[in-house]
Every structure is written in C-alpha cells, then in structure tokens.
C-alpha cells in the first residue's frame, strides 16, 4: 500500500506493507504528523478484501473524507483524506480495472507517457522529479536568501525530503578543541540546526542524535551509510546509538573553502529511528549533493558578513573622518574669532605685563592695565572696587600671576557665601575635635595662601567680629587654628574686592576704620560694562567662542545687529550676564544668530536716548551707528588722533574712515610718516 502525505507543500511517498496503519501526533504512529491541529492517536487506515477503509479515533478535529467528516468511511483511488493541514491519499499496490489503463508491448515508452501525461508517474520516475523540485528550491534559497539560519534549515529540510528521512541535523565545529576517549584532541561539535520531517525545529537538539557517529564522520571525513546502525558492528560500544535505538542513519562531511583551502567544519547527518534501510545508496550520493549546497552556503555567508564588517568599517572611518573635519573645522573658526579678537587688540598699549585673559581695548580699561602695572611690582594690598560680574576675580588673578609671587598659591574665598563659623574655619583652619563635625585637622586658607595671595572677594559683607579677627592677622602676621594653641606665622599678600562703597560703611560704623586702612592701601575701580560699550563686540566674540567650545557646538556668526544690539543694552549683571547670554545663544542659535534668538532683557533694556524696541528697524541702524561712532572715536583716542593708524586698528581703508568722520562730524590728524 502506497501513501501519499503532503505537508506544507511537502509530498512524502510512503510504501507501507502491513495494516492497519494509524496516524497521529504520537511518535509511536506508523505515520507522525506533527500538527497541533491533529490528535494524539487521530485515525488509522485498515485493509479489508482489497478495500481500504479510514477510521476516526475520537479526534478532536476530526477525519474529513473528500471535505465531508466521516467515523469510518471507505476510501477510493483518488479520494482525499485531510488530517489537520496535511492531505493524505492511498494507492493499492495492485491495480483495479477502473484505474488502469492497457498498454501495448509495441507502444515506445515516450508515447505512452505523451497519451497518459504526468498521471503515469509514480516510483523512481516521481521521485526523480520531487529530487529535482527540491533542488530547484534550495538553489533559489542559496541566491536569494541572506539570512545564514534560515538557508541552512532550507537545506536541512531538503535532505530529509530527499533521503525520505524523519530527521536532519546540521552540526559545525566549535572554536576548542576537546580531548576524546583516545587521547587525540577533536574538535567538538555543536547542532547548529535541527528539524524534523515536519519541517519543524527540534527541542533540546544535542540529546537526540548520536555524537559519536558525528565525530566519526568528522575524523574520517568519509561518507557513512548504515542500515541498522543499533546492529552494525562499526558503532559498538557507542552509547548514544543503543540510547536512541538508531536503525537508518546517514551522515556526510561538510567542507567549506577558507584562506588555508578546503577543510571539513562540519557534518550533515540525516536518521530514521523506526524503519531499518529505510535508505540506499542513492539517498546517500542525494546527501552529500546537499552538503555540497550547505559548504556553498557557509562560504557565501562568511564572504557576506566580511563585506559587511568591511562596510561597517568603512562607513565608521567616513563617520569618524566627518567627525574630525567637523571638529578641525570648529577648531579653525575658534582660531579665527581668536585671531580677530587678538588683531582687534593689536596696537593698544595694553602694559607691560600679560593680560590676555582680559578681554577689552577701551580706553577705561587701558587705564586700569596701567595702573595694574604699577601695582603688581610692589607687595601692597589691594582694594577692587566693581560692580558684580565686572571681573575683579580676574584682576586679582592678573596681579598675582604677573607679580613675584605667581609660583606660589592663589587662594579665592567669597566672604558673603559662608556664615562667621564657617567662614572663621575657612580661613584659620581647624583642629581635629575643636567642634562637631570637626573629624580631620583641616589647614585653613591663610596657611594654604603662605607666600602666595588670598583674594577675598565681597569683604563688605564679613561681620565685625570676623573683620576684628582679620585685622588681627594683618598687623602680626600670624594666627591660630580653631581649637590650637599653636600660633602660626603667615606671609601672604592681601587682595580684597567689594561691589559695597567701604567708604561709606565706615562712615556708617558698618565696617571697621582700621581695617578699612590696611586693605585699602592701592584700589582699582573697575568701570561697569555701559561704560565701556566698545569693549562689548570683542567680548561677546570671546565668551560665545568659549561657550561654543564648552557646547561641543560650532561657533555661530555674529551679524552686524546682533552686535548693534548687544551694544546698546545696559548689561547690568555686566560681564558675568554677557556670559550667561552667549551661553544660552551658543545652544539655541544654528550657523548665524539672529534677533530673535537674543533673550526679551537684552533687547529691552536701553540706555537712554536710544529708539525704543517697537521701532525696530529704526532702533538696529541707530544703535550701529551709534557703535560705529564710539568705535572710531576710541581708536582715534588710542591712535592720539592719527587717521591712518585708526583706519588700521578698525580694519578699514583709510579712504573709509574719512566718510565715516565726515558723517559723524568727527575730527582726525593726517600724519605722512605713516605708510598706508
């Protein structure tokens, strides 16, 4: 009795010689249908006086006979059983006279299958043609599919379709190496894919094939056919094989092409658990023909993923060249503001000493580097007067880096951001245990600052008690820790800063008269920010190329209103709101910054007499005019009025800066000696 099971578009012909024949999702079924669809023991088919007659077994969805559900129902040639999702048709070996057809001696071969057409194929013709159609599609999976996993269970499932087998395995070396029984080291073997006739994945493959006939194959590198492997004297001794109970087993090499030639990587190994020589040499030579395909597919997966890795690397290198031309670009446009920042500066009679980290070129502020050069030669305190976010820490920081004490300490301390108790502790320092909390002896700033400068920044604001104790430390020189008996002697130089007018606090009784005295025995007033608007260009360059740098971010441009803009507010908070604003501009604005991106204060806060916000138009070409006016007038200030030095220090044509001049009624000298 012949058997026909199709499966998913899998035809499988079964000759089975005995009856009846069950059929189920059990293993122990005569015919194993894997369905979740079809019952445990579904139906099976019995033989009675050349009839064959299908019966239902209390399935749970039934027998369908020709699309009708039947309990026991006979079946005739060309009717069609439907188990689940697989169809199932029974052929007799035995012809009857409705389905044969006479066929004379002298008739060739090839007329009669002309007459009788594709009907007539059955056995070794068949097979061939299903040999071919699996073929067929594991060569269109090797050219179409990419994905490694999925083309190798494409070939795993076209050798049990070919060999007719229940089950496939995939098994390719691993990375060590493994000593085996022998003491020869041997490659060990992992199942890279696993499937059963039903095209499905098995579970907990490494369990459900022999290791050892793998292995076997793999050493040799020979092809192994056995008909009844639990009785072939070549696996004695293997426990793998009498576990499973094998029976029909075959397993071929698989070689695959690498930079050192041809090697075997692996096997391809094909069983039937239930059925002795259930395969001939035939399914064999079909076996190996398959893992000549799975060889070609390994190949073609590794030279894929090596282009991809070069790819990869490839776009990652043009990424990281992006990257750096990106970052050498941002660099160049840094270096650029610098530059101009710096060539703005050239000419001006900045002092003796360096003060680039001081940002300005007006003439307030070519006072006050006259004055600090003058003040940093000798060892004198000093009093900063400024409004706050005018820059007096930076003031302190360009006398004591430029004087003689520049390889010694430089020691800040706000005096307004800590209570007395803190504050005290700050400066003397402490003993362990001299008050809670104190756990470590902690050396305090006057003795960190020995030999060096002490910057005390807003000194108004410290009580009296703690300017007693100050006062102090000025007139001897020396102090003790809190909780210490131990006097410690100090040489440190004084700088104070205070936006307060101490003047008037002593005259209040608010700060004390002697120590007024002592501190302020060389003060620098630094000008607040409106009164050095021409500084605020150069400024405003500076702190965005810093605050672009800080951002990660490219600098963006500056455009003449912007600057306009900026110029013609107060800035109250000074330089420290500048700050803040180019801040908030390197992160909002793209490639150019615009009005819009400057915060409602800027715009709004005005000096007198300029046009108001709501006349925009009106309010940019005045406030321009009015920078370009104060412009030229503080480089004819520097220059001493010479016009063509100006003209340079502006970075325009002489020829401009007398249309200029004329237009704001401005005055100038001409000087012949100077080339232009």
Not at 360 to 386: C, K, N, T, Y
Not at 476 to 497: H, L, P, Q
Request: proline share 4%.
């Amino acid at each position: 009795m012949k058997i026909i099971v199709v499966e998913d578009g899998v035809r499988t012909d079964l000759e089975l010689e005995r009856a009846p024949v069950s059929i189920g999702r059990a293993i122990d079924n005569d015919i194993r249908i894997a369905s979740a669809l079809v019952s445990r023991h579904h139906c099976r088919l019995e033989l009675e006086s050349d009839a064959v007659w299908a019966v239902d077994l209390g399935s749970s969805n039934g027998t369908l006979l020709n699309g009708a559900r039947v309990q026991r129902a006979r079946v005739e040639p060309g009717d069609t059983l439907r188990i689940g999702k697989a169809t199932i048709q029974v052929e007799l070996e035995t012809p009857r006279a409705w389905d044969t057809q006479r066929i004379d001696a002298g008739v060739a071969a090839e007329a009669v299958l002309g007459e009788i057409g594709t009907q007539t194929l059955t056995g070794e013709a068949h097979r061939e043609r299903e040999n071919l159609r699996v073929f067929a599609r594991l060569v269109r999976e090797l050219v179409r599919e990419t994905d490694l996993n999925k083309l190798l269970r494409s070939i795993v499932d076209g050798a049990v379709a070919l060999a007719k087998a229940e089950r496939g395995f995939l098994l390719l070396e691993e990375s060590l190496p493994e000593v085996g029984s022998n003491g020869d080291e041997r490659t060990p073997l992992k199942v890279r894919i696993a499937r059963s006739y039903d095209r499905e994945d098995i579970p907990i493959p490494s369990s459900r094939l022999s290791s050892g006939i793998a292995h076997k194959v793999l050493e040799t590198r020979q092809p192994l056919l056995s008909v009844d492997a639990e009785r072939d004297p070549r696996f004695s001794g293997m426990a793998s094989v009498e576990d499973l109970r094998l029976r029909s087993v075959i397993c071929v090499p698989v070689a695959a092409t690498s930079e050192k030639g041809p090697r075997v990587e692996g096997v391809l190994y094909v069983d039937n658990r239930l059925q002795q020589a259930a395969f001939a040499a035939e399914d064999l030579e079909l076996v190996r023909l398959v893992a000549d395909q799975a060889s070609l597919a390994i190949r073609n997966a590794r030279q894929l993923v090596e282009l991809r890795e070069r790819h990869e690397r490839l776009a990652a290198s043009a990424r990281k060249i992006e990257l750096l031309n990106e970052q050498l670009g941002r660099k160049v446009r840094d270096r650029d503001t610098e530059l101009a920042v710096v060539r703005a500066e050239l000419g001006r009679e900045r002092g003796r000493y360096d003060y680039t980290a001081i940002v300005g070129a007006s003439s307030g502020l070519r006072r006050i580097f006259q004055q600090l050069d003058r003040i940093i030669e000798s060892e004198l305190p000093v009093m900063i007067h400024g409004e706050s976010g005018t820059g007096k820490e930076l003031i302190a920081r360009a006398i004591h880096f430029n004087g003689a004490r520049k390889d010694k300490a430089f020691v800040s301390e706000n005096c307004a951001a800590l209570p007395d108790t803190l504050l005290e502790s700050e400066l003397f320092g402490h003993t362990r245990g001299a008050f809670t909390g104190a756990h470590k002896a902690k050396k305090g700033l006057l003795e960190q600052a020995d030999g060096g400068t002490l910057f005390l920044d807003e000194i108004g604001d410290m009580s009296p008690e703690m300017q007693k104790k100050l006062l102090r430390v000025l007139q001897e020189g020396e102090f003790r820790a809190i909780g210490s008996e131990e006097r410690v002697k100090v040489d440190v130089r004084i700088i104070a800063a205070s936006h307060r007018n101490l003047e008037q606090m002593v005259k209040d009784g608010t700060f004390r008269e002697d120590l007024y005295y002592r501190v302020n025995v060389l003060k620098v007033e630094l000008p607040p920010l409106r009164e050095r608007r021409e500084d605020i260009p150069l400024l405003a360059e500076a702190l965005l190329a810093r605050a672009s740098r800080e951002a990660n971010r490219a600098v963006p441009v500056l455009p003449r209103e912007v600057i306009a803009a900026l110029a013609a507010c107060d800035w109250p908070g000074n330089v420290r709101e500048l700050e803040n604003e180019m801040r908030r501009i390197a992160v909002l604005a793209g490639d150019e910054v615009r009005l819009e991106h400057l915060s409602a204060n800027v715009l709004e806060r005005r000096p007198a007499g300029t046009p108001s916000p709501g006349n925009e138009s009106n309010s940019i070409r005045d406030a321009v005019a009015d920078l370009e006016k104060r412009s030229i007038e503080a480089a004819l200030s520097s220059c001493g009025g010479n016009k063509s030095r100006a003209s340079k220090l502006l970075g325009i044509s002489r020829f401009a800066l007398q249309r200029k001049l004329d237009k704001y009624e401005l005055g100038g000298t001409d000087d012949p000696d100077v080339d232009e």
